[in-house]
């Protein structure tokens, strides 16, 4: 099976390939959880809010969500910058571009979804489906 990254939408699964490669591993469980100021569960590792109960967070596993969370996201850049130039634009339409190096340039309605299919296509080479062995 191939994943075209160009067409990932920001969500679940675009978010447990990223932090595959951020070294996460997707299916790890909340374990830290902590309280916001207006009493709400969070969970420290993926900031994810929920509410008290016998599973706060309900089935989503403990994965930052770096396709909608602009500092989630710019924890990719910072993992994947070292040595390559990084760059995050504006387009007309008021989606974004997201570009690492020379070659790998993605596009999103966000900038964190762009970032998140940028890091994929770099990471890859824009190789279909290289992240899990796909």
């Not at 067409?7 to 299916?27: H, K, R």
């Not at 997201?98 to 340039?105: L, S």
Request: hydrophobic share 35%; proline share 4%; with cysteine.
């Amino acid at each position: 099976m191939t994943i075209d990254y160009d067409s990932l939408p920001a969500g679940s699964e675009l978010d447990a390939l990223v932090a595959n490669l951020m070294g996460i591993d997707p299916d790890r469980e909340h374990d830290e959880v902590g309280e916001t100021s207006s009493g709400n569960p969070y969970c420290i590792a993926c900031h994810r809010t929920g509410n008290w109960g016998a599973d706060i967070f309900g089935e989503t596993k403990c994965v930052p969500l770096y396709s909608e969370d602009i500092a989630a996201a710019f924890q990719v850049v910072e993992k994947l910058q070292g040595g390559l130039r990084f760059e995050l634009r504006r387009r007309p339409d008021n989606g974004y571009w997201a570009h690492f190096g020379e070659e790998m340039t993605a596009e999103g309605e966000t900038a964190p979804l762009a970032i998140c299919r940028a890091a994929l296509k770099t990471k890859t080479k824009g190789k279909l489906g290289a992240v899990y062995g796909r």
